[in-house]
C-alpha cells in the first residue's frame, strides 16, 4: 500500500513517482576524522510516468551515478536531494539499478522533531533516523510506505566493532580495516536501518525461557557488559509473554545495542533495539518491553502514513502494561488508571486519530493510543480482544497498514457497536471516560 502523493507531514521526504525494492550499501567509515564514503546501489520500480527520479539525500557530496550500470550525467544536487533526470519519460512499471557514489561528514539533520540521523559519539557513531533521518547516511526514498530489502557492508578501522539492522554475515579484516555484513531480508522502512560503530563486544542473548537455541546478541563496551547482561536478564521471559499475546517473533534477528552514553531515549529499528547506559536500571525495565514490542508493532506491522503512528506506539505502550501486569508489577487496569489521571491534567486539544507532525511522538498520542486499546478490551471482553491483537500482529506481518484496517477487524470480532468509541478515542479532542472494569468471572 504505497501512497500517490508525499505524505503531508514529512512533505520534504520521499518521491510517489517510484518504489525501491533492495538496497545495496557499500560503506566506509574513518571515526577518528567522522569521514564516511560509499556507494548505495538501489533496484527500483517506476509507479508512474516521469522523466525524473528524486533521491533523498543531506550533508553529503555526491559523487557519481550509474544507471544500469552507464554513467549518467543529468543529476542536480540540492541541499536535500538528488534529482535525476531522463531523456525520455520512464514507463510505469519499468525497473532500473541506479548506483550513486557519495562522501562526506555525515551529521544529524535539522528537523521540526530536532536534529536527527547520523551522529558523531565520541568513540563512533550511531544512527537516530526516526521519522527523516535516514538521509543523513545514504541516498534513498525515504517515505514510511516504501519498504526494501537491505544489504549493508560497513568498512571501519580494526579496533571498532559494527551493528546494523540485518543478520550479521562473514567479518573479513584486511590491514588495518575490517569489513562488516550484514543482510535485513524483510521489507524496512528507511527510517528503521540503524547502525552502531564503536568500542562494542557482542555477547550470547537469551531470547526465550521454553526454547534454548533461540539466541540474539547483547551488544555493549565489554567493560559494563556483566551489569548489562543483568539489566537485560527479563529479556526472555518478555519475547516468551509477547508471542502469548501478539503471536511469532517477526524479525530474523535480535540485536539489543547499550551505548557507553546516556541516551534521552531509547530507540527502535528493525530487529535491533538501542539503549543508553542511563537504561540500564531495574526501573527502566517499561523501556525494554516498550522497545521489543516495536519489532511487532511499526517494524513488522507498519504503518502507511504518520497521522496512524497511534498504531505503533499505542500498542508498544499497553505492551509495558501486559508485561507490568505479568511481572507482579500494577496490572492493566491500574496503569490505566494512574495514566487516564494524568492525560486528564493535561490540555485536550490532540486528535489521536491524527494528531499532525508537531504532536507525532507527544507523549499523548503513546498513552491515549493505549488507553484506547483498554477501553476496547473493556468492551469487546478479554478472549476477544486477546484473539485481535494476535490477529492483527499475525495477518499483517511485515504489511503495511492503516487505522481503517484495525477498526474493521476489531467491529469483526466484536458482539456490539463500536462507532461511539472510535469517534470519542480517535476523532475528538476531550479524553473520555475509561469503561468500566467487567465483574470479575464467578
Known sequence: MRGAVT???TPESGDPRYAVHRYALDLGYTPRTNRLSGTAELHVEVLRPTAELRLDLVGLQLGSVRVDGRPHRQVKQGPRALRIRFDRELDAGQRLVLEIAYSGRPSPRRSAWGRIGWEELENGALVAAQPTGAPSWFPCNDRIDDRARYAIRFTTDREFFVAASGVPGPVKARGGKRSWSFELDVPTA??????HVGGYAASPLPLSERDASRVGRLVTPAAQAKRTLRAYAPVPRMMDLFEEWFGPYPQNDLTIVVTEEELEIPLESQGMVTFGVNHNAPAEQRLIA????HQWFGNSVGIAAWRDIWLNEGFACYAEWVWSDASGGPSIAAEAAAHHARLARLPQDLL???????????DRVYKRGALLLEALRRTIGAVAFRRLLREWATANRHRLVGTAQFIALAESLSAEPLDALWRAWLREPRLPQLPPLPPPAP
Open 290 to 293: 516498550h522497545e521489543l514490542a
Open 7 to 9: 505524505d503531508p507531514y
Open 352 to 362: 489521536l486519530g491524527d494528531p499532525g507532525p508537531k504532536d507525532m511522538f507527544d
Open 190 to 195: 528507511t527510517y528503521l536501518v540503524a547502525m
